[in-house]
């Protein structure tokens, strides 16, 4: 008989369980009006939809295993396909060696192909759970010259992976992080730097796709199949799935706009280059530059351990009257393409915010400059591209005879910094390492918090466990006569959305509603149109402290090169904590606001369990009494 009550007291809360709602989230969503929508979002809802993924891209067809990805997931560095292929290093010789370093995380094994289509390479290894692999690529798979080249790789895994390369020649090294096809565009500008003496500032544009449309407007006198092309003239051509084609320049090719109809994959850089001009020691530039639509408008830009010379900063626009704030001042970049350089001496960080989407390269100086390691160049991802979970990499620890020391510049959404770890470390643990003065570390920048730390030879983990925490990193390692750098990790959300309709015509708007440019964009069969999305979520600026470090105010003018490219003078200003032009100022309403909605039924449920378990207990009590007791009988 008491089984039975208390079987009808189960069932009646599971009914008041199915008859009520339980919790239901609900996200704010801003529409295009500016007005805040209400829609439900139930457990594995918000990453953005299919549409995220580039106009025309297909996904993973593998030859082996499973590889198709979570096309649901936000698309970043760490991918499932790859397709890219290596520049020329110093003097166009062919390299002393190519490698690849492969990260797998998570729990499970991964398979991971590597083939070289045009070259009859075919690889297949087995990375462990949370482990790396170093693979070493023939060096004949670099390019050549110019024209064609027969070196693409193709990568393929069945878990997202994260591809790294490193092109080593005798004292002239340079590492990128592949971009994976589904994070490939249609619109880009090449990121590279003046190359020395007889060598040459390049690009490699490589097909995803048959009958690929590519269009180049050169900016300075470049070379393709042998034949020269002067700045005005307009190079097209077509390639298809696994074609690579590489453009060379004496100049610097930093500027030059690249658009197709169909996802392509551009590495630019030099084979060696001074940095700053005239400042010896040259070395080999290159990195996987992201498409337009990704690019941001909020950095964190950290200097390097182990050097005191500072570093070169250059910021480059992909839309005319391009406004950015850094070092207290407003600069204008009056056109795509054009950059400004800032030779910094000092080593502080710095933040850039800009009004239209920018791309931020940092370089490594010269040898000359404090005697440790030569130029590289890395990307600075945006804050708007962090990413979320964690990543595993492997730094480039030895080159023939040259062995690297490593380190690696970690940024992270405000306070997430005490939540990061390194390794299963905290980074805050790593007292020996730490940035700044004790005194100083806790002055966070307005939108992020910044670390830097020395890194151990082989694998390592970034991790952050908290939800919604998002954080990006660069690695770089210098030695005697050489160093190499590449960005770790970071996100290739489309930032940059469908145009719309305005007064003046048809302009580009970014993800959260705002007009990117005020231009009316060409329908040139796709080169400038990209799809509607609903970006993840994004990240919202603390009301923290003050976005400056401190106060310095030195003397030194900046360098930059003068010329077609679009160099301007850069120069050194005091911080200030406010950018001046009302775009700057951002809103807490701008980003997504979510809030915990209550049922009736948790509070109907709250109400009635205490009596309910109070009822039960005092049953249960009165029942044992009942049977200890003889001569008694149950009613």
């Known amino acids: 008989m008491y089984g039975l009550k208390i079987l009808y007291f189960v069932i009646l809360i599971q009914l008041v369980a199915r008859v009520l709602p339980f919790e239901t989230k609900h996200r704010l969503v801003r529409q295009s009006g500016g007005q805040p929508a209400v829609t439900p979002q139930t457990p594995?809802?918000?990453?953005?939809?299919?549409?995220?993924?580039?106009?025309?891209?297909?996904?993973?067809?593998s030859g082996y295993g499973s590889i198709m990805p979570d096309l649901e997931q936000p698309v970043d560095t760490r991918g499932t396909e790859f397709i890219f292929c290596f520049t020329s290093n110093v003097n166009n010789a062919q390299p002393q060696g190519l490698q690849l370093l492969i990260g797998a995380g998570g729990p499970l094994d991964t398979n991971v192909q590597i083939e070289m289509p045009k070259l009859k390479f075919l690889l297949h290894i087995l990375i462990s759970h949370g482990g790396t692999e170093i693979v070493d690529i023939p060096p004949i798979a670099a390019a050549s010259g110019t024209g064609p080249q027969n070196g693409t790789i193709w990568v393929r895994a069945n878990r997202p992976i994260t591809v790294h390369g490193?092109?080593?020649?005798?004292?002239?090294?340079?590492?990128?992080?592949?971009?994976?096809?589904?994070?490939?565009?249609?619109?880009?500008?090449?990121?590279s730097y003046a190359a020395s003496g007889l060598d040459r500032s390049q690009m490699i544009i490589t097909g995803t796709q048959d009958f690929t449309r590519v269009t180049i407007q050169p900016i300075?006198?470049?070379?393709?199949?042998?034949?020269?092309?002067?700045?005005?003239?307009?190079?097209l051509f077509t390639i298809n799935r696994f074609n690579s084609v590489q453009i060379q320049a004496e100049g610097d090719l930093t500027g030059t706009r690249i658009l197709s109809d169909k996802p392509v994959s551009v590495m630019s850089g030099t084979t060696c280059s001074l940095v700053p001009q005239q400042l010896n020691r040259c070395d080999h530039l290159v990195?996987?530059?992201?498409?337009?639509?990704?690019?941001?408008?909020?950095?964190?830009?950290?200097?390097?351990?182990?050097?005191?010379?500072g570093h070169v900063l250059r910021v480059l626009a992909s839309r005319p009257n391009t406004?950015?704030?850094?070092?207290?001042?407003?600069f204008v970049l009056q056109r795509g393409g054009l950059f400004r350089e800032f030779n910094q001496p000092v080593t502080f960080p710095m933040s850039i915010v800009s009004d239209k989407p920018v791309l931020?390269?940092?370089?490594?100086?010269?040898?000359?400059?404090?005697r440790t390691g030569d130029p590289f160049m890395t990307i600075i991802p945006p804050v708007e591209q962090y990413v979320a979970g964690s990543v595993t990499f492997n730094s480039f620890d030895q080159s023939g005879k040259d062995s690297f020391r490593s380190f690696a510049s970690i940024s992270v959404t405000s306070w997430d910094l005490f939540n990061t770890f390194l390794n299963n470390e905290a980074l805050l643990s790593h007292n020996k390492h730490k940035t700044w003065p004790q005194q100083d570390w806790m002055r966070l920048m307005k939108f992020n918090a910044d670390y830097r730390i020395t890194l151990g030879k082989g694998s390592h983990t970034i991790a952050n466990p908290i939800p919604g925490a998002r954080f990006a990193a660069i690695a770089y390692g210098f030695t005697e006569g050489t160093s190499y750098a590449f960005p770790i990790v970071y996100g290739l959300r489309r930032l940059v959305c469908t145009p719309r309709n305005t007064a003046e015509g048809e302009a580009e708007i970014d993800c959260t509603g705002a007009i990117v440019s005020g231009i009316i964009l060409p329908s040139n069969g796709g080169a400038d149109e990209y799809q509607p999305v609903v970006p993840d979520q994004p990240i919202v600026p603390s009301q923290g402290n003050s976005p400056g470090w401190g106060n310095f105010n030195p003397s030194q003018t900046g360098f930059a090169r003068q010329g077609?490219?679009?160099?301007?003078?850069?120069?050194?200003?005091?911080?200030?904590t406010v950018p001046p032009w009302q775009i700057m100022q951002w809103d807490e309403e701008d980003g997504e606001d979510e809030q915990e909605c209550y049922s009736p039924a948790l509070m109907v449920l709250c109400l009635i369990s205490p009596a309910v378990v109070v009822y039960l207990v005092m049953q249960i009590l009165v029942c044992a009494l009942m049977f200890r007791r003889p001569g008694v009988t149950m009613f």
């Open 360 to 370: 931020v390269l940092q370089y490594a100086k010269g040898g000359a400059a404090d």
């Open 44 to 61: 594995g809802q918000g990453q953005p939809p299919k549409g995220n993924n580039p106009p025309d891209s297909q996904p993973p067809d």
């Open 166 to 191: 490193v092109n080593s020649q005798i004292k002239s090294h340079d590492g990128f992080l592949a971009v994976p096809v589904l994070g490939l565009g249609l619109e880009y500008f090449a990121a």
């Open 220 to 235: 300075q006198r470049l070379q393709y199949k042998g034949r020269w092309f002067n700045i005005g003239d307009t190079i």
């Open 323 to 330: 406004r950015f704030y850094t070092l207290g001042q407003v």
């Open 287 to 309: 990195e996987n530059v992201p498409p337009v639509a990704t690019w941001g408008k909020r950095f964190s830009v950290l200097p390097f351990l182990n050097r005191t010379s």
């Open 564 to 576: 077609n490219g679009g160099g301007e003078a850069g120069v050194l200003f005091p911080w200030y």
